[in-house]
T-cell receptor, first 111, second 113 residues
């Protein structure tokens, strides 16, 4: 079974601060995704990264896939209270039909 | 918009009861998935199905079974519920093999007493 470890597990910051969430594995993934989940809802896909070294930006969120396709990071610039939620990384196996999820990072952004 | 619905948002059952969790998607997706979500463990795949009447075990299938008689509906069955099956259960669907986007339902929070 491929494992993904996320850090930190919890993060509480003030509005306007920057933060980075990490997703690490000893396994190689064919692609990796980041989701955000709000209370009482299912996860919603934010981004998929496919190529080693790839960087994608979504407004204030920057996602990076490691060169070796074993790790990824999510950087949020100038966090806002609306960014509050559970952030999950997930990697696809080589067959592309199964996702392995990390444990999640619970982010709270205080106004 | 893709819509994945789950039959119940909250369920309370007793140990030993048979429990059915239903999931319906309205976008003619080939693949459907059942996950459970526990704090600090993320989502763990229980079963998935890539076609009607087809099923594949995920990482934690023990104590669960599934049924997919129609393309739009995927059921998760707990034959004899136990307290360690108390969890949030999430259903998801996607277009086909190697399709990277999964769409999730809102989840069913199950409490087994």
């Amino acid at each position: 079974t491929q494992l993904l470890e996320q850090s930190p597990q919890f993060l509480s910051i003030q509005e306007g601060e920057n933060l980075t969430v990490y997703c690490n594995s000893s396994s190689v993934f064919s692609s990796l995704q980041w989701y955000r989940q709000e209370p009482g809802e299912g996860p919603v896909l934010l981004v998929t990264v496919v190529t080693g070294g790839e960087v994608k930006k979504l407004k204030r969120l920057t996602f990076q896939f490691g060169d070796a396709r074993k790790d990824s990071s999510l950087h949020i610039t100038a966090a806002q209270p609306g960014d509050t939620g559970l952030y999950l990384c997930a990697g696809f196996n080589n067959a592309g039909n199964m996702l392995t999820f990390g444990g999640g990072t619970r982010l709270m952004v205080k106004p | 918009d893709v819509k994945v619905t789950q039959s119940s948002r909250y369920l309370v059952k007793r140990t030993g009861e048979k429990v059915f969790l239903e999931c319906v998607q309205d976008m003619d997706h080939e693949n459907m998935f059942w996950y459970r979500q526990d704090p600090g463990l993320g989502l763990r795949l229980i079963y998935f199905s890539y076609d009607v009447k087809m099923k594949e075990k995920g990482d934690i299938p023990e104590g669960y079974s599934v049924s997919r008689e129609k393309k739009e509906r995927f059921s998760l069955i707990l034959e004899s519920a136990s307290t360690n099956q108390t969890s949030m259960y999430l259903c998801a669907s996607s277009w086909g093999l190697r399709t990277l986007t999964q769409y999730f339902g809102p989840g069913t929070r199950l409490l087994v007493l």
